[in-house]
């Protein structure tokens, strides 16, 4: 899945994968993402980058956003969103109900994504990644698009998050014309995602991708 709003940024890349039809995910998050991993790596090389250049996170459930610029050996500990300024790099946030936030800034080059639940939404993760992405690489909030992809959303959870996730982007900074949201809940169709309340905790994850290439790749 992809959203015109990113769509039409030049070198910027993303995608929301679906859920596999064949990979087993009855079972724990790690085992499920191991599971899944050869497959969305996959994903990121047919965005054009590098098998080895995908950056993902641990996700606490927080609000750290941590920025980077060349590839970790691991996931981010204790972090749930990264941002970054470097071209050929593709970061990733794993979801299953949690909305994923895509970031960039088609002026800077800088792009960042985030993993924004319930908690996250209250603890206002999505404006501390403007915050770092303004910091760390000179971005002007009014540049940043911002895009939800699929979560989970009233009457399926009592928390609208959605909501939350677009004012506090729109505090920050961000254009309402330059937010936009799929408006798809997660429970609302199983062939297509994977959802942890639907699932009661034994699915698989979405993984939502994002980053620029180089005008030499």
């Not at 993402?33 to 996959?42: F, K, N, Q, T, Y």
């Not at 794993?94 to 603890?123: F, N, W």
């Not at 501390?128 to 959303?153: F, T, V, W």
């Not at 994002?210 to 030499?216: A, D, E, H, I, K």
Request: aromatic residues 6%; glycine residues 8%; proline residues 5%.
């Amino acid at each position: 899945m992809t959203f015109p709003l990113l769509s039409d940024l030049p070198g910027f890349r993303h995608r929301f994968t679906l859920r596999h039809p064949d990979i087993a995910v009855d079972a724990e998050r790690v085992v499920v993402v191991e599971r899944l991993w050869d497959w969305h790596r996959e994903q990121a090389v047919e965005l054009g980058f590098h098998a080895h250049s995908l950056c993902t996170a641990e996700q606490v459930h927080g609000s750290r956003v941590v920025a980077i610029d060349s590839v970790p050996t691991a996931p981010i500990l204790g972090a749930d969103g990264i941002v970054t300024g470097a071209a050929d790099l593709v970061i990733g946030i794993y979801v299953a109900d949690c909305g994923a936030l895509y970031l960039a800034d088609p002026v800077t080059g800088a792009c960042g994504i985030v993993h924004s639940g319930k908690k996250g939404s209250e603890l206002g993760i999505a404006a501390e990644a403007i915050r770092l992405m303004h910091a760390k690489y000179g971005c002007d909030p009014s540049n940043i698009r911002a895009q939800l992809g699929p979560c989970i959303r009233p009457p399926a959870y009592e928390v609208d998050f959605a909501s939350q996730i677009r004012e506090s982007c729109l505090q920050a900074g961000i254009l309402p014309e330059h937010y936009a949201d799929c408006d798809i809940c997660t429970s609302s169709d199983l062939r297509r995602f994977y959802s942890y309340r639907m699932e009661k905790g034994r699915t698989g994850r979405m993984l939502a991708l994002m980053g620029r290439l180089s005008s030499n790749t």
